[in-house]
């Protein structure tokens, strides 16, 4: 089985139709979506309707929660747009979706961690940096999971670690936004330095999990003057650069 995997996708819709060109054009057996799909300036009400049309797995990230939750005045910028433009159908939609699936005994899927929506599990936010977990952080992280794939999102940084029990842990990083800042646990930025949409293959050869971590190009600067016309500079940057400044 080869699996697409795409993450935090965030309204960013010629994004992801650029990396569903790319991945029909290598082929694959099924796709799996790990959330934050909608919350941002760009094209939230498309982007879900794109989404629901599609025979995916999908999951809810942190923000899908956030949307659904939220209230004026409680809502941030990105969050408040989105619910704005999102209809009953869509809403619907969003809150039937899980923050993690088992998707088979061999295959997990999450958001951020197994037993959060919102922590970092390949990465580590120190009082002054971002750093790389180590292997004892992401082997807690882990939690009671015994699947030898494990998928995760959220932080929209690319990577894969392989745990002490030969779990390989995949993050595919963010097809919509390349660049963010956050205030939790501590003021931090992250920043992938460059545009391209990014994704996941991963399959399984000769019995061991394998994946290929790509990036994409696509009209960014399209998305980045949407996104500066909608009073977002700070996702102009973004979208435009991969940088936060």
Known sequence: MRIAVVSDIHGNLPALEAVVRD????????VMNL??????????L???????????????????????????GQWNASDEFAHS???????????SLKPNVPFNRDVFLCHATPNSDVEYFLETVEATHVRKANLREVDARMGSVHASLVLCGHTHVAGSVRTSTGQLVV?????????Y????????VIETGSPDARYAIVEK???????????VP???????????DRKRDDWARALSTGYVS
């Not at 959330?35 to 094209?43: C, F, Q, T, W």
């Not at 159908?89 to 809150?95: G, S, Y």
């Not at 993050?171 to 660049?179: E, F, K, R, T, Y």
């Open 46 to 72: 498309e982007t879900a309707q794109f989404l629901m049309g599609q025979d995916w797995v999908h999951l809810a990230g942190n923000h899908e929660r956030q949307v659904l939750t939220g209230a004026p």
């Open 205 to 215: 050869i000769a019995g061991s999990w394998v994946s290929n971590l790509i990036t």
């Open 85 to 95: 433009q999102l209809g009953s159908r869509e809403l619907a939609w969003m809150a």
């Open 23 to 30: 991945f029909t054009r290598r082929g694959v057996d099924t």
């Open 218 to 228: 696509y009209a960014h600067m399209t998305m980045a003057k949407l996104a500066h």
């Open 35 to 44: 959330g934050d799909s909608v919350s941002g300036p760009l094209l939230p």
């Open 181 to 188: 800042d956050d205030t939790g646990p501590h003021p931090h």
């Open 171 to 179: 993050n595919p990083g963010s097809v919509g936004l390349q660049a």
